[in-house]
């Protein structure tokens, strides 16, 4: 792996012009790899994540959020099984609606601002605990990871039967480490989690920084290539 990696790598890398802005061409490197079973999850096809929650707009033009591990800040309303404030346990909350604007200014920023919206009598509301939930393993597996590569949870991108991770690697950053080394490090980290991985070039402007939460590559490669030493 490590000789192909470096292969594309240096493909890659000599077809950047030289520039002094570091977001203007980039090498993204996307890791792909399943993990334990009930270490992923997601509500369903369609669905993309920002952050703590999921949205997807339906067929039939309604909109659809998800978020797991919800809990209002203050004594506001009954646990789903009508246990009284505080509850004991987090609720995964799916809430469905025509009106979008319910999910994009109440859900995204501060979850517990849908509640004064999620019981019109145009949104449907579905209450679980989250406790048990599947979210609440692939939580758990996202806690691991980054407790043990340094990598933000928010970083892994679920599929149905693993995760993605897109690393950015940008040649005309100062400093940055270089692609044989970056070859090295990334092939350890790759054999690590049974990942396969994508080299391609890109540029600051295409990455959608609000559903792929990037990471530098030669910064992940520098922290991770000395636990690897023996």
């Given at each position: 792996m490590q000789r192909s990696l470096t292969r594309h790598l240096l493909h890659a890398y000599d077809r950047i012009p030289v520039t002094t802005d570091p977001w203007a061409?980039?090498?993204t490197i996307r890791l792909s790899w399943r993990s334990a079973p009930g270490g992923s999850w997601t509500p369903g096809p369609g669905f993309t994540r920002y952050g703590r929650y999921w949205q997807r707009?339906?067929?039939?033009?309604?909109?659809?959020?998800?978020?797991?591990?919800f809990r209002?800040?203050?004594?506001?309303?009954?646990?789903?099984?009508?246990?009284?404030?505080?509850?004991?346990d987090d609720e995964v909350w799916t809430i469905t609606t025509p009106r979008p604007e319910i999910l994009d200014n109440a859900l995204n920023p501060k979850p517990y601002r849908i509640i004064p919206y999620a019981f019109a009598e145009d949104v449907a509301l579905?209450?679980?605990?989250?406790?048990g939930h599947p979210a609440a393993r692939a939580d758990a597996y996202r806690v691991r990871f980054a407790e043990r590569y340094?990598?933000?949870a928010?970083?892994?991108?679920a599929t149905e039967s693993g995760y993605t991770l897109t690393l950015t690697f940008s040649p005309n950053r100062?400093?940055?480490?270089?692609p044989v080394a970056l070859a090295r490090g990334l092939s350890r980290f790759a054999q690590e989690l049974g990942a396969s991985v994508r080299v391609r070039r890109t540029t600051g402007a295409a990455l959608d920084r609000r559903a792929t939460w990037t990471a530098s590559a030669d910064?992940?490669?520098r922290a991770w290539i000395p636990r690897t030493r023996s």
């Open positions: 061409h980039l090498i707009k339906n067929s039939d033009g309604t909109h659809t959020g998800v978020i797991a591990g209002p800040g203050t004594e506001s309303i009954p646990a789903w099984d009508g246990h009284p404030w505080p509850w004991a579905i209450r679980e605990p989250y406790t340094g990598i933000s928010e970083a892994l991108v100062p400093g940055c480490t270089g910064l992940v490669c």
